[in-house]
């Protein structure tokens, strides 16, 4: 219980300020491809993605380039 509590989420300014220049709708269909991290519903008009989960996608992304080089 105590980790959820200390559990993050970012809007999805939050992940244009960490680099993610996706747009709603292209980061809507990675999402259906299972290629970037579900969003969460905070509420009815609120969405979110977990911090945690992104900051894994994003070093996945990062390792992934090293390998290719």
Known sequence: MAEALSQKFLSFAQLRERGIPFSKVHLW????????????????????????????????????????A
């Open 29 to 68: 269909r990675l999402e259906r491809a299972q290629k970037f991290p579900v969003r969460v519903h905070l509420s009815e008009r609120c969405i979110a993605w977990d911090e945690s989960e992104i900051v894994a996608w994003l070093a996945q992304r990062s390792a992934e380039r090293r390998l290719a």
